[in-house]
């Protein structure tokens, strides 16, 4: 079984800075990529950023040139150095492992954790 278990939310004000850090644990062979997505009150889950396990990353526009996604792939670890935080940044925000292999010839599948917190308040 994998586990993914962040952590590093909080309460902030405007400006602030704010470091999650996610951490994969098991059986794990490989994983493709591991991301943030953020679920606000009342909207949509979305893509925070994702980085492959090429280093490829992908951001979403609104974070752009603020957060930065690192990932360490000998540990199974992803981490948002989160920077300039705006009030709609505010959301629970959870890590996500994709096409994970627990074996070579095993089947791919997504993992979630259970989310964190970040709460941006003057």
């Known amino acids: 079984q994998v586990r993914l278990v962040e952590s590093g939310g909080g309460l902030v004000q405007p400006g602030g800075s704010l470091r999650l850090s996610c951490a994969a644990s098991?059986?794990?062979?490989?994983?493709?990529?591991m991301g943030w997505y953020r679920q606000a009150p009342g909207k949509q889950r979305e893509l925070v950023a994702r980085i492959t396990s090429g280093d490829t990353t992908n951001y979403a526009d609104s974070v752009k040139g603020r957060f930065t996604i690192s990932r360490d792939n000998a540990k199974n670890t992803v981490d948002l150095q989160m920077n300039s935080l705006k009030l709609e940044d505010t959301a629970v925000y959870y890590c996500?492992?994709?096409?994970?292999?627990?074996?070579?010839?095993?089947?791919?599948?997504?993992?979630w954790g259970q989310g964190t917190q970040v709460t941006v308040s003057s």
């Open positions: 996500n492992a994709e096409r994970v292999r627990i074996c070579v010839i095993c089947p791919e599948r997504d993992y």
């Open positions: 098991g059986s794990i062979f490989s994983i493709y990529a």
